[in-house]
């Protein structure tokens, strides 16, 4: 339902030679994606999943670099570019995000006497009126100014962490204010950069480890453990909605509990017995790294070791 506004809010903000490639993974958008030469749509009818489905639009690209978004996100002006530039400086052995900010997508709004409630699940009834058949989602698309989120980490577990004290290390204040560019131990999923080239290297969308979950996980360690680097361009950055909308919001397919935890040891186990075939590093390695690590004593890494 998210995806229309999505596409235009990229299209209002790219400033390179850009194409956005929609995988319909199963629906049909709705309201329809706008139509627009720079625009491509695939129709999947039977839903392949997050990481078939990004191989799919991947396999289309033309650029040099190609970007995996979620749909729900917004952008700012000339992100393309300032990505580029980015790269322009590290090389093409990086994987790379924008700041993450949070979406404010839309509002509820009453049309009887102009009540509003902030996104989430669709309102029983009008909180001023008590009346329940003019209420209307009110399209904002902002991106919030806070938080700015650029520093992430795994627990022991794995478990996806903010590592908000990573932001306070004298390596990341000099490396933001020399270049711009900080390193992440770990990555959110929503969005993520790199060369063409690298993403079929790495197959930083590998099938065989389930089709949803844990892509940031994969991601960072596929960089970092094949002698790469991961970075965080603060020059720039996107706005994504999060799936904490109650009933309202969910998956075109079928996502249980036991396939995403299926998904989550097939990465874990890929990274810590060795088996990704690029790997240099072990995960040890990398939490030493960054450590201390939240989540992580050091019996979690001699365990680890």
Request: contains cysteine.
């Amino acid at each position: 339902m998210f995806l229309a506004k999505t596409i235009e809010n990229i299209l209002e903000n790219i400033e390179a030679d850009t194409e956005i490639i929609a995988l319909l993974d199963g629906q049909w958008a709705l309201p329809a994606v706008p139509q627009h030469e720079r625009v491509n749509i695939i129709y999947v009818p039977e839903s392949v999943g997050q990481r078939a489905g990004t191989n799919m639009a991947c396999k289309l690209a033309r650029g040099k670099f190609v970007m995996k978004v979620d749909a729900h996100c917004a952008f700012d002006k000339g992100f393309d570019r300032k990505m580029i530039e980015a790269f322009e400086k590290t090389g093409n052995n990086v994987i790379m995000v924008p700041i993450m900010r949070n979406l404010h997508a839309f509002d509820w709004k009453c049309h009887h006497c102009g009540w509003k409630k902030y996104q989430g699940p669709t309102p029983e009834k009008c909180g001023a009126c008590g009346k329940s058949d003019k209420l209307r989602k009110k399209m904002m698309w902002v991106g919030k100014h806070n938080p700015q989120s650029t520093s992430y980490c795994f627990d022991s577990v794995p478990h996806f962490q903010y590592f908000e004290d990573w932001k306070h290390r004298p390596q990341y204040i000099k490396d933001k204010e020399e270049t711009g560019l900080t390193e992440t131990m770990s990555l959110q999923g929503s969005c993520f950069m790199a060369t063409r080239e690298l993403y079929w290297d790495l197959r930083l969308s590998d099938e065989e480890l389930g089709n949803w979950g844990n892509q940031g996980i994969e991601l960072a360690c596929k960089g970092w453990l094949s002698g790469g680097r991961v970075l965080v361009n603060h020059n720039t950055w996107y706005a994504h909605m999060f799936r904490t909308q109650g009933g309202d919001f969910g998956f075109p397919y079928h996502n249980g509990g036991r396939t995403v935890d299926t998904t989550k040891k097939n990465v874990w186990e890929l990274f810590t017995q060795n088996k990704f075939h690029k790997q240099v590093h072990p995960v040890s390695w990398l939490v030493e790294k960054f450590w201390p690590v939240k989540g992580w004593n050091q019996e979690d890494l001699d365990k680890l070791k």
